[in-house]
C-alpha cells in the first residue's frame, strides 16, 4: 500500500535555489494538500487542489507554486528559497466529502542556509 | 472557519484510559469533528470524526456533547505508542472545499 508518497525525505538549499517537493497518490482522490509544519506548531495549509488543472490558495502561500496536471501528483515548486522556508512539508490527499479521512505523507524536511 | 481549544499538553499512564478535550463553542450545525494524531517524526493520521452521535473505531472513541460545544477523544488503553500530539479539527461540510486546519493540538505524553 503506498498511499501518500513525498520526495525527497530531506533536502538542504541555499538561500535562492530553487527546488521541485513531489507528491504522488494511488488512491484516486480528487483533493491534494500542501502544509508546511515549522517546529513545536500545527500544519499550516501552503496550497490545494480539488482535481487535476484546479489549485487554490491556503493560508501561506507566498513563495510558492503548484500545479495539477494529474489526478495523481501535485508537485510543489519554491523559486527562490529563503531561510524562512525552512520547515517540514507534508502532502495530503483525501475524497471529496467532510466525512471522509484524509492521508498524509512522511514529509520533506527542507534546510535553507 | 469556527476555532477548537485544546489543553497544550497532557500526561498518562500506560493501560490506563485517557480522555482528550476539546471545545468549540462556536461549531456550526454542519461543522464535522474531527481527530488526527501525529506520531514523532511522521505526518498526521486520521483517528475518528463525527458529527453529532457518539462514534466508536478500532483506535478510539468519540463523545460529542449534546450541545456539540465540546467533544472528548477517548483512548480506552493507552500504550506507549499513543504519545502523539492530538488535534482536534472542524471541518465545514457547508460548501465543497474541504480542507483541514491545523492548531496546536494537545501533546500526548504516555508513562510506563
Redesign the interface.
Known sequence: NAG?TQTPKFRILKIGQSMTLQCTQDMNHN?M?W?RQDPG?????IY?S?GAGIT?K??VPNGYNVSRSTTEDFPLRLELAAPSQTSVY?C?S?Y????T???????TRLTVV | DAKTTQPNSMESNEEEPVHLPCNHSTISGTDYIHWYRQLPSQGPEYVIHGLTSNVNNRMASLAIAEDRKSSTLILHRATLRDAAVYYCILMWSGGSNYKLTFGKGTLLTVNP
Open positions: 501518500v483533493y494538500y502544509y506548531m500545527g500544519l499550516k495549509l490545494y480539488v487554490d491556503g493560508e507534508f495530503a483525501s471529496p466529502s467532510v466525512g479521512e484524509a492521508f498524509f505523507g512522511q514529509g
